[in-house]
């Protein structure tokens, strides 16, 4: 029963991530600095098809609020803005691990099986691939229809061109979004080098490094934003 643990998949998956981790501490920004590069790039990209959106969107004539304007005390907004982001952030790390058990675990554990075990197992990796990369697709598509109709709202019912009011909310928004998508922009390194069994490792890495990203954002929307929205907007 020991050997047969011992074999086991996911344990052989912990010893590599525990590895994998330990190896990159000692290049830590060789190995992060191509993932925040790649999630800056993202980021850039959502943020210009949020403008594309909003260029194209009919303003909600229901009143919206800006950040910091919706009468909720400053820890209600904290709470709501790290919650939100929360569920963002475990789907896109949740893709990573999707990814480990597509590409890795189950071919390994394929070598266990034979005839119509073993074919499932063979084709269940490239399909859950690709539904990782639907489910992505979705979830960039949503946020960007989303953020877009949203930024259009409220640019309109304050009198302000919405570049001007992305500008304006950029130094909480661009950091939660590099945050948000560290996990994917690493999934997408690590999978062009076929390095599936570092997976693991980028998702607890990613997800340690962009927890108090998204923190730091969120004061930064709740005390900064609201500031900059009065001096800006004469509110």
Known sequence: MASRTDDLVIVQGLRGTRATIEAWNDRPWRTVGPWFAGSFAIA?????????????????????????????TPWEQIRFYLFRNGLVLALHAMACVAGFIAMSSLPAEADRYSGTWRWVHDRAGPLALAFVACATLFSLGTQA???????????????????????????????????????????????????????????????????????????????????????????
């Open 44 to 72: 850039v990209v959502l943020l210009l098809c949020v403008l594309v959106v909003a260029a194209r969107s009919t303003p909600e004539v229901r009143p919206m609020f800006l950040p910091g304007f919706d009468g909720r």
């Open 145 to 235: 229809y989303a953020l877009g109709w949203g930024l259009k709202t409220l640019a309109w019912q304050n009198g302000v061109s919405a570049p001007h009011l992305l500008l304006l909310v950029l130094p909480h928004a661009l950091p939660e979004l590099v945050a948000l998508f560290l996990p994917l922009a690493a999934w997408i390194i690590v999978s062009r080098r076929k390095e599936w069994d570092t997976l693991m490792a980028v998702t607890f890495v990613t997800v340690a490094i962009a927890i108090p990203m998204l923190v730091i954002a969120a004061l930064t929307e709740v005390y900064v934003t609201p500031i900059l929205l009065r001096h800006a907007l004469g509110l």
